[in-house]
């Protein structure tokens, strides 16, 4: 009866020391995430003032809210007056929020305080709203025409001809090249992703691939220190440098192409690389990457099941990475958020720091 009552109360003891690590434990799992309780409309990251990577979310009442490294609320704040939000993007460099609205809004603010700086309303719904890595710049694409905002001052920016009817595909990137500001553009479907002079409007030689099968690119994003540009195809990430325009890398696509997300780390050496389709053919999952040399440091498998034939559940939506590339979020179609460890990253960064 002892050794029975021992054993019952060691028992005991394991579950509550697991329910109480619960988190530590799923999250020291590089392939598993934590899943943050809420709907929310975007992800990103922002540094608190000890340099610790913080997760940002929005939902579509307004409130922002930042988690640590375990998933826990740390604080949380109400954009004044803005409410049925559908996207949110923030730029910590330049202390700005942008925001549309179910109303078809847009809204530029102060990120640390809230305050609205600019409001106006939108022609059209778009399904992209993001920030220059520099934070020189924000902008709206999906949708044509395409919109551009100098954020020193929220002047708009008269975009290239090609912007302006629906000849520009659905992702964008504006990046510092020498002495000039570009504008890349993912265009849809033929095979090449084209550069343009964001001053002059002057078109600029495109990247191309050599390869027969990357004909279609859907994703487009800069490395922040500009010498980098990568662009998703149906089937691969390319690689380039923005000097020499020659291709550096080729990453192969997984999950189906059409939902292929990246996103670099604020520092430049942690490429993320998401497949947001569910295929059964090829399932979706986030791969991450060393910019140094680009191998491959982990992999992270969607394992979330779908209410309906269409996976909408398990689709991702968007993609973002941590300053120093330790964490990745991602938000999926039926707004949920998820906190993954990219221990590789972090493991790495301890090692060299000691």
Known sequence: MLRASCLWIGFSVVAILGTILGVTLRLSNPQTAMEIPGTYVSVGFANDRESKPRLVTCDKHGVIRFLNSEGLEVSKRQLPGIKNVLSFSFSVQADVYCVMTAMGEAVFGVFSTGEVRKQFKLDFVYSR?????????AWLSGADPVRIWRVSDLSEVVVPRPFRNNQTGTAVAVFRQGDSDV????????GEVPLYDLESGDRMAPFVSDHPHDNKFIEVISVPNGRLLIGASMVAALVWDTETHEQVARLPGFGGGLGSRLAVSGDGRTLVYAAGFQSRNSPPGIRTYRTKDWSQTNAFKLTGEPHGDDGEDDYLYAIAVSHDGSLVGS?????TVRLWVNSTTQDSRDSSSK
């Open 331 to 335: 938000k999926h179609g039926n707004g």
């Open 129 to 137: 709203l993001e920030f220059s890595h520099d934070g020189r710049f």
């Open 183 to 190: 504008l890349a553009s993912a265009k849809f479907p033929d």
